[in-house]
């Protein structure tokens, strides 16, 4: 499989208990993403990873939310104490470096968190 | 604040008709647009990126426009099919070269046979 992959599918949590989500990339990609897409809305960024290396994350990405690519290949996204509002489609794009600007995005199906 | 919008939230036609979704944004300083196709529950497929040196770009059926001046693009699709129903994301790449993209909200779009 050649695809991004995001593991799990879907995950049913109780408030204040912490979820890890996994990613595989395209192998080959050294860019990771993470973005979050609530019903209606379109995904917004949370974070991305150039090989092993956090190049940036943005406001939404609080305390209780924490990414790593350790080996610069898979990431986990973990979410800490979760609460009601963490509930969303958790989504997982990668890419090639950029050249000549011509960057497109790869995405996987998502983890759809829902806490009760 | 960079923002993008899509008009209109929600689209039905019949099968066989031409339609244009519209995408607009704000800040004329981007650095790529991309549309997005979204099935119920699933990811994102790229359709078309256009780069913010290009004025549009071609896919088969589909045909994507970018007019900076005026802050809009378009998605222009012939021939529509009960097959394309889906929700329709435009995206704004920013003015540095990170990959990370502001989106809209989309444009849900039903064809009906």
């Known amino acids: 499989d050649t695809g991004v992959s995001q593991d799990p599918r879907h995950k049913i949590t109780k408030r204040g208990q912490n979820v890890t989500f996994r990613c595989d990339p395209i192998?080959?990609?050294?860019?990771l993403y993470w973005y979050r897409q609530t019903l209606g809305q379109g995904p917004e960024f949370l974070t991305y990873?150039?090989?092993?290396?956090?190049?940036?994350k943005s406001r939404l990405l609080s305390d209780r939310f924490s990414a790593e690519r350790p080996k610069g290949s898979f990431s986990t996204l973990e979410i800490q104490r979760t609460e009601q509002g963490d509930s969303a489609m958790y989504l997982c794009?990668?890419?090639?470096?950029?050249?000549?600007?011509?960057?497109?995005?790869?995405f996987g199906s998502g983890t759809q968190l829902s806490v009760l | 604040k960079q923002e993008v919008t899509q008009i209109p939230a929600a689209l039905s036609v019949p099968e066989g008709e031409n339609l244009v979704l519209n995408c607009s944004f704000t800040?004329?300083?981007?650095?790529?647009l991309q549309w997005f196709r979204q099935d119920p529950g699933k990811g994102l497929t790229s359709l078309l990126l256009?780069?913010?040196?290009?004025r549009e770009q071609t896919s088969g059926r589909l045909n994507a426009s970018l007019d900076k001046s005026s802050g809009r693009s378009t998605l222009y699709i012939a021939a529509s099919q009960p097959g394309d129903s889906a929700t329709y994301l435009c995206?704004?790449?920013?003015?540095?070269?990170?990959?990370?993209?502001?989106f809209g909200q989309g444009t849900t779009l039903q064809v009906k046979p």
């Open positions: 794009a990668s890419s090639p470096l950029p050249r000549r600007g011509n960057e497109k995005l790869f």
């Open positions: 192998s080959e990609h050294n860019r």
């Open positions: 990873f150039q090989n092993e290396a956090q190049l940036e």
């Open positions: 800040d004329s300083a981007i650095y790529n």
């Open positions: 256009i780069q913010s040196s290009q």
């Open positions: 995206a704004r790449g920013g003015s540095s070269n990170t990959g990370k993209l502001i």
